[in-house]
């Protein structure tokens, strides 16, 4: 099977089955994911859901987060993976959205990344969630599901890399959705561990599936 066609099935089994896929952070504006996305980083959507609401009722703006200071910021999020770093880093992120951005946070990714605690996978998050931008974050679901499927070559050794690979197939216009069918396949069917192939959708054209079912294998 050759890639494209590969990439035609995985499309059109999402398209018809999970037509609009979101987020499973909770947020209600820009700035509130900024903060989510931040905190999920080595930590999972569930955790962060459950810290951010005392955490927007206390820092609601970026000047909030400015005026404050990482000792009281920590006390927040004390139950998510490196804190002490993350309070750092929202402290800053907060300043430089109030000095530099008029309070806003703002669309383009290179700008994105100047914020404190914001690399390439956050900001290509951001631009894609909330500005639909045709940017694809590369987390360890999609790093693990695009190769496993086939999708991305195998010695593809970066997220970067991935990251090309997978938008040189995507139509422009589902690259902002493909980021989250992937994500969420691997995080729901995809395992990283053990993988529920005998549940899974995409097995006939997943060459992990393929090779996990050839005889060489079995025997």
């Known amino acids: 099977m050759k890639k494209q066609e590969r990439f035609d099935q995985f499309i059109d089994h999402f398209k018809e089955n999970f037509p609009d896929p979101k987020t499973e952070l909770e947020y209600s504006n820009p700035y509130e994911l900024l903060v989510a996305v931040i905190l999920s980083a080595q930590c999972t959507d569930k955790r962060v859901n459950l810290t951010t609401p005392k955490l927007f009722e206390a820092f609601p703006t970026p000047q909030h987060l400015a005026d404050s200071n990482s000792d009281e910021v920590f006390t927040y999020i004390r139950s998510i993976s490196y804190p002490n770093n993350k309070a750092k880093h929202l402290v800053?992120?907060?300043?430089?959205?109030?000095?530099?951005?008029?309070?806003?946070?703002?669309?383009?990714?290179?700008d994105l990344q100047k914020l404190p605690g914001v690399g390439r996978k956050t900001a290509n998050v951001?631009?894609?969630?909330?500005?639909?931008?045709?940017?694809?974050?590369?987390?360890?679901?999609?790093?693990?599901v695009s190769?496993?499927?086939?999708?991305v070559n195998q010695n593809a050794k970066t997220p970067l890399e991935v990251e090309k690979q997978l938008v040189k197939y995507i139509p422009e216009e589902l690259i902002h959705k493909a980021h989250h069918w992937l994500i969420l396949h691997g995080r729901y069917v995809c395992l990283a561990r053990s993988p529920k192939c005998e549940t899974c959708d995409l097995t006939a054209f997943c060459k992990y599936y393929q090779k996990l079912s050839s005889p060489s294998v079995r025997n």
Not at 92 to 110: A, C, H, I, W, Y
Not at 126 to 132: D, M, R
Not at 147 to 151: A, D, H, P, Q, V
Request: hydrophobic share 40%.
């Open 147 to 151: 190769k496993r499927l086939g999708l």
């Open 126 to 144: 951001i631009a894609s969630v909330i500005f639909n931008q045709p940017t694809m974050a590369v987390d360890t679901h999609v790093f693990r």
């Open 92 to 110: 800053g992120m907060g300043k430089m959205l109030v000095e530099d951005f008029n309070s806003e946070v703002p669309e383009r990714t290179d």
